[in-house]
């Protein structure tokens, strides 16, 4: 499946949300979504899961608007904190009428899940402490196996071993079954090996839609002595500066070209890479 949005925008009442989004989602791969808070992600998510219509705009998904489209809505998972108050059902009944509406959806697969996320208890998925009630969503994201499947920090209140896990079988599920995957998350070091591609949203803005090595080819760190480090950084894009005594380090924007590599080295400045999370920071800093 491919999703295409061209000039999306979407208004709550007189609030506008999201401004001019300009995407194309085309290949099977794991895409990460990061916003600040409030940057519109579960906006842009909810149009994507047909949850929603933009205010105006076109959102097109294998050619055609999802929003009350049966056809579409069967090929997309949209998982996210749901409220299971009222859902008297334990897990493994609720996942035996999941493939009503979700063809994909692999029982067998769903059943090894909740063993392995221990889920096999009897009690009802109201009762279910928050992380456990998380990683059924997740459960059930995995097994449904829809053409895109997207997960809206669903694993908030999964423990740090429920995550791993999660993310081993994500992986996994996605070299058996490739699909269109999106995390939106604000776990960005921890998250950031599974990612393909990158979509940056910034108050409601797209401020990149990246690959996740081109990004990270993007930034660079300099450390050493500060005149050396401030003459190497002249007419470069400085993200980020700190200091330390008379050693500087900078976070550049930009990738170095061959020159400039020769010439840091024979300053003795250390060139290293720069961290998603540190690119994700500076670039939704609010003065960018
Ligand atoms: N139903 C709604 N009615 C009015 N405004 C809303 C509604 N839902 C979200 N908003 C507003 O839209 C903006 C974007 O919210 P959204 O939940 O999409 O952001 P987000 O990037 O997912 O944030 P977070 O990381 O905090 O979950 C916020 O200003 C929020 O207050």
């Known amino acids: ?27 099977p791969k794991i895409y990460g979504l990061l916003g600040r808070n409030g940057a519109g992600k579960t906006s842009l998510l909810s149009l994507f899961g047909s949850f929603r219509e933009p205010t105006s705009g076109k959102l097109l998904m294998d050619g055609e608007e999802p929003f009350e489209n049966a056809g579409i809505m ?21 996942i035996k009428h999941i493939k009503r509406y979700r063809p994909n959806f692999n029982l067998d697969y769903a059943e ?15 009762k279910l402490s928050t992380g456990k ?48 995957m ?30 996740y090595d081109d990004l990270v080819s993007r930034g660079v760190t300099v450390v ?9 950084a002249k007419d470069k894009e400085v993200l980020n500066e700190e200091q330390l005594g008379d050693t500087r380090s900078i976070t550049l924007y930009g990738a170095l070209s061959e020159a400039d590599k020769a010439s840091a ?11 998603l999370q540190d690119l994700f920071i500076q670039l939704t800093k609010e003065e960018h």
């Open 182 to 211: 999106i995390l939106s998350t604000h776990l960005v070091s921890e998250m950031d090996y599974l990612f393909d591609e990158v979509i940056i949203i910034n108050e409601g803005n797209l401020l990149l839609h990246e690959s």
């Open 74 to 94: 069967q090929q997309v998972t949209f998982m996210y904190n749901k409220d299971f108050t009222g859902e008297t059902d334990p897990p493994s009944s609720v």
């Open 112 to 126: 090894e899940l909740l063993k392995k996320f221990k889920l096999e208890e009897k009690k009802p998925l109201q």
């Open 1 to 27: 499946m491919h999703i295409e949005a061209k000039n999306l925008h979407l208004a709550y009442g007189s609030d506008q949300i999201l401004h001019d989004i300009n995407v194309e989602i085309t290949e």
């Open 265 to 275: 080295k024979e300053q003795g400045l250390n060139i290293g890479p720069v961290s």
């Open 224 to 232: 050493g002595n500060k005149l050396a480090v401030d003459a190497f």
């Open 133 to 180: 009630q998380s990683a059924f969503n997740v459960v059930v994201g995995l097994a449904s196996r829809s053409p895109i499947t997207i997960f809206d920090e669903v694993y908030l209140g999964m423990d740090a071993p429920a995550r791993d896990l999660f993310y081993k079988e994500l992986l996994k599920e996605q070299e058996i079954h490739p699909r269109i």
